[in-house]
Each structure stands twice: as C-alpha cells, then as structure tokens.
C-alpha cells in the first residue's frame, strides 16, 4: 500500500450496508481514514454489532432516508469537515445529484465530470489505469481530452512520471468512419505540440498493439506505446465498462476508481462491489485527496 | 536530391526521350513562345493544334521559327480542345497545355466522361517556386483550384503532389500542413486538419512522404524561427511541400511570392491521366516556359 502522509476524514452516505461498513472499518484499523458514517444509525450500529465491528470507532450522523444522507456527506465535505465523501447504498443517480448540485455540489466549475480507475491484473506486468467506464456514456473531443489529463494526474500520483495512454480503438488505422480515430489523432498532435502534457500519448491503437509487446512486433506498428500501455482511455462508456468487468470475473482483475472533476474526491461504486474493492477505493482516494 | 533553381529540372528532363507537348488553341502568343523555346531547347516535341493562319502570323511577327513543327488546323476551339485531348488518351502525347481558350473549357473537356483524361483522383494545382531567400525550390498546393478542400480532398491533393515529387526525385519529401498557428485549435479546422493528415502518415496511410503540422508559415520555411518556439518537428525549416488550407490563403501567398518576392514560379494540374500545363493569361512567358518544363520533368 502506497504511504499516506496524513489521515483523512471520509463522509459515507446512506452507510449501513455490510461491505461499505467493512471496509471502511479496515481503512480506520490501517489508521488513513477516520470516517462518518450517515444513514440510519440504528441500522449502521446493528450492522456494525453483527459484524463483531466496534461502532465507536466511527462518527455516527443519524438520516432518515437516503437524499437527506447524500446531502449531509456533500454539506460536511463543502464546508471542510470531510476531505472524500463516499456513496454507501444509495442508488448512484440519486447519490450523484447532489455531487453535482450547481450551489451546493463539488463540482467545480466547468469541469467535466468522469470516471478513472486503476487496475491490477495478474497478467499485466503493471498497474493499468482506465477511463471511463462509468460516466460519460459518449465523450466528444473536449471530454476525451479531460478524461486523459484526469488518468495522467492519477498515474502520477501513482509515481509514473509520464504514463504511456493509448487511445483504444479496434484498429492503428485511421477511418473517418470511425469518429474517435479522428478525436485520437487530434490529441495525438496536441500532446506533441505540449497542449496535453506529461504523458506519451498514441492512438488510435488496438488493445493488442497497446498492451502486447509482441503484437507490436508481428504487426510492425511503429508506436511510442509500445506495448506498454499505463493508461487505455477508451472511445465510450459500454467499451470500457465491460473491458473491466470482464477482467474481474474473468483474469481475477481487482479495480479501484474514482470521480473526477469534483473539489474532492468521490467514491461511487456499484452496491454489488466487493469488500476489497471499496477498501481500494478509499485507499485510492485518500491518495489523490 | 533536391531541387535548388528551376533551371534544375532541366538535369532530369536531359538524356531522356524528348516529351510530346500538344497546345489547344496554340494562337496564343505568349504560349507559342514558351513552346517554341522549350522545342528549341530540346525540353519538348510540340504538337500545335489550332487556327493555322492565326498561328503563322503570330510566330511571323514574333520571330519565332518554326519551321518542322506540327501545326494541325482547327480553327473551332473547343474542338482543337477535344482534338488535343483525344491525342493524349490515345497515347499520340504526353502532355497537354492550355493555349488561347478559358480555362473551364479545357478542364471541362479534360473531364468529359467519354474520352477525357480523368483517372478518379481529384484534379489539383501544383506550384513550384524559385524564391531567393529559401535555400530550395518550394512547392506550394493547392493555390488556384480547389477552393475549400476537405480532409478527404486534401489526402488526395497530397498524394497527387507527393506523387509528383517522388518524380522530380524527392524520395521523401517533407510536407508542412500551414495553419495560422503551431498548435491544434478546435476553432480552426485547418489546424485539426494537420492533426489527422500527421497521423495517417505516422500510420503509412500516406505515403512516401513526411507530413507535419499545424506548422505556422514561418515554423514551416525558417528553422530558427521553429527552434526559438521550441518546435522538434522533421518538417519544420526544410519543407519541400506546402499544403494550403484553402484557395485563399494559397492565391495569396502565389500572388505575393511573385509580386514582392519576385520568385519565378512554374505549375502543372495533377490528378489526370498526364501532367497539364494550365498557366494563367497574366504569366509571363518564362513561368510558361517553366512550367512546360515542369511537365516534362513530372510525366517521367
């Protein structure tokens, strides 16, 4: 686990589920996060008491329903009693609402709002980092643009001083049949003329050609990725989404991700996650707080 | 190799056999000069096609000998158009030129379904320009036909003057894609152009040739004025090849190399089934000459 200079303060909405109290609770053991947990208290302490989990290592705020939770998580966060607010059993649309509320949200200002995670997948010589499986169904230029500088600051957090991105498609070739070849070849020449920077950046590349150093060789694509790819921003939500699901249930992959775009970070991950998984995410936000 | 002067294409056009040239319309004085030089000078085989009468007298009152040279009479332009072009399609020369007839008769005659001289590339203008203070020739497309190519339009335009290079002897020509800035600019298409042309390139999409930009005019022609802004670019300062974004800027840029730089310029349409010398009635003899010569040099 990566040294983290300074415990954080993490607010959980509606936080009385199993999994989000568990690894919460093991973030608070490590010593990196000291929580608050929103929601039913009577629910929270009942979980907490069955989980043989003593309650009192938590900040308990009592809410009666899910809104009224993810509101308060948002509040004590604007206001700089939490440094990351996380989504516990409330629905993500409902959880991101108030996120993304224009006078009380974390939004900032013209920001765009997306999704990167990191993955350690066996078979990958290295952690991959991508983006975005879970917001922007459909992102533009503009939107591709601010997804890779979200990967890049991540990869760097992560000590990788110029992550390699590759610009996922289903071929190296160029076609104007398919748009995002057109969008990667536009952020290609804007990474070398410095527009995108600490990166080397090269797409549009298969996932073979970004991941495969042996491809690169039977192909002979000459592409400063190389087969070495840190970071694969994909073309759309449902691409990606399915990539990471698929090395989860497939290659034993484990994921950790974050919202982007947002005064402070924001963990959102499906209430079906693991255990382990929330525990990576907020390990993962305490380091890019 | 590269070209340094104008005057060089002359190495490649020598030794070789000589290049039929056939003028429509040829009673065109300024025309009719630059074709009996070339002859003179062993560039070309002239075939003359036009009002015969018109023709003599013209080459009597200019001086200009012709004894032995091919002139076949007809006096209708548009059919001297037709005549000339059904010579080249059927293989009897190899380069056509524009004498005293407008230029969208002749290119829509080059067009004609039937027995035009269309190969499915784009028709477009290629320039060449001799200018003093730039260390080597410098080819300039499209200034004169195209007016707002897209990206489709400009691959094919590239392609018909890289083609067109690799003739004259550049193996790998460097292209610079101009834009008003060094940087990609979502407001300037021109700009996200350059961004797709570099890339096809890197991918071999495009090939034969070294293409780069956005490059501003200076970062294009002048290596110091790249160095001092930090360009790492192979085209940058040793273009070959310029790529204009639109008529405009490029019939500006042509006009402005000739009348303030004083650069001799010679040009040809490409993407035909040969080389055409399509000069404007305003150029002087010589940039006809050159061009005759420039179409003798690409039809190699």
Known sequence: MLALKKKHRIAVAWAQDTNTIGAIHKAVIKGFVEAVMIGKSAEIIKTCKAEGIDEKLFTIIDADNENKASLEAVRLAKKGDADIVMKGLIGTDKFLKSVMDKENGLMLPNAVLSYVGVMEIPSYHKLLFITDPAVIPFPDLDQKIAMAGYAIEMARKFGVEKPKIALIGASEKMSRHFENSVDYAIMCKMADCGQIKNCVMDGPLDLFLACDKKSIEIKGVETPVNGDADILLFPSLESCNPFYKGLMLFANGELAGLIRGTEKPVIVMSRSESEKSKYFCIALSCLMA | ?300
């Not at chain 2, 056509?96 to 027995?115: A, D, P």
Request: charged share 20%.
């Open chain 2, 1 to 300: 190799m590269v070209l340094k002067n104008l005057n060089d294409l002359k190495r490649i056009v020598e030794g070789g056999p000589r290049k039929k040239l056939v003028l429509a319309a040829a009673q065109d004085q300024l025309s009719l000069g630059a074709v009996v030089r070339a002859w003179k000078d062993n560039i070309i085989e002239p075939i003359l096609i036009g009002d015969k009468e018109g023709i003599q007298n013209i080459c009597v009152s200019n001086n200009y000998d012709i004894t032995g040279l091919r002139i076949i009479h007809e006096p209708d332009t548009e059919m001297s158009v037709e005549m000339a072009i059904k010579m080249v399609s059927s293989k009897q020369a190899d380069i056509l030129m524009k004498g005293k007839v407008g230029s969208s008769t002749l290119l829509k005659c080059v067009l004609n379904k039937e027995w035009g001289l269309r190969t499915g590339n784009l028709l477009s203008h290629f320039a060449l320009f001799e200018v003093e203070t730039y260390h080597k020739v410098i080819a300039v497309t499209d200034v004169a036909m195209n007016i707002a190519p897209n990206l489709q339009d400009k691959i094919a335009i590239v392609n018909n003057s890289v083609a067109c290079l690799n003739k004259l002897g550049y193996t790998m020509p460097k292209v610079a894609v101009l834009g008003a800035v060094e940087m990609v600019n979502e407001n300037m298409e021109a700009t996200l152009h350059a961004a797709l042309l570099s890339k096809m390139n890197q991918r071999d999409q495009i090939k034969n040739c070294i293409i780069d930009g956005p490059l501003a005019f200076d970062n294009a022609v002048s290596l110091e004025s790249a160095q001092q802004k930090g360009i790492r670019s192979e085209v940058a300062g040793d273009t070959d090849l310029l790529l204009m974004p639109d008529i405009e800027v490029g019939n500006v840029l042509y006009k402005s190399l000739v009348f303030f730089a004083k650069a001799k310029v010679a040009s040809i349409i490409l993407g035909a089934l040969v080389p055409i010398v399509l000069t404007s009635r305003s150029d002087s003899e010589q940039a006809k000459f050159d061009s005759i010569l420039l179409s003798a040099a690409a039809c190699k």
